[in-house]
């Protein structure tokens, strides 16, 4: 733990804290090189998938750490698993100012870690820059699909049935409570988007 207020420097963020969530994937070489090497089985397709978020605009730059960055991880494995994909790893941008310090880095790459995990789904790689903008997080997910099984929005017909996991609201639900309205029951929403874990891949 580092003396708040404190920040390593690019190489040393890399290796202290996100190199360690890379869990040993072969393709993110160690984070140490400035590509990724992504294998997928034969008869499948790469699906991939990109979302930025950013703090005033899609969190709030009160909200725990941990939460964020499970947040920027969950938008994207749920794009994934909406195309029915498997996730196979993903790429992690971070732009930072001075009001980010080591605490709050160390605390945002716990919460990663824990979803890495949760969702065997390792970091491959990524982009660590300083500036005097907000707080911007960019998360590129990659996942797999059988060719040709991907479920894709174009694919939609009169006469289908089109289902939603989870709750329509629930974040803004959230959102709403912890800015002030009296509603309690959906803040974990907010927080932390659930990948329906009985679509394929999860």
């Not at 699906?47 to 930025?52: A, E, H, K, L, S």
């Not at 991880?73 to 790893?89: E, H, T, W």
């Not at 919460?111 to 982009?127: E, H, I, N, Q, Y």
């Amino acid at each position: 733990m580092t003396e708040k207020g404190t920040r390593r420097g690019e190489f040393q963020l890399i290796a202290d804290l996100f190199s360690p969530l890379t869990r040993g994937a072969p393709g993110a070489l160690g984070l140490t090189d400035d590509v990724a090497l992504i294998d997928v089985r034969p008869g499948c397709q790469l699906v991939t998938t990109t979302d930025t978020l950013i703090a005033g605009v899609h969190f709030r730059a009160a909200d725990p750490p941990d939460l964020v960055a499970r947040k920027a991880l969950r938008v994207n494995l749920s794009d994934l698993a909406a195309k029915g994909a498997r996730p196979i790893g993903f790429l992690h941008a971070l732009s930072l100012n001075d009001s980010i310090d080591d605490a709050y880095l160390e605390r945002y790459a716990s919460g990663l870690g824990v979803d890495v995990d949760a969702f065997a789904v390792p970091l491959l790689g990524g982009d660590t820059t300083s500036g005097p903008g907000p707080l911007t997080i960019t998360v590129t997910a990659f996942g797999e699909v059988e060719k040709g099984k991907a479920l894709l929005r174009g694919g939609a017909r009169a006469g289908d049935i089109l289902c939603v996991t989870g709750t329509i609201g629930d974040s803004a639900l959230g959102l709403a409570h912890l800015t002030g309205a009296t509603l309690s029951k959906a803040v974990e929403r907010y927080h932390l988007p659930q990948p329906s874990a009985a679509l394929p891949g999860f």
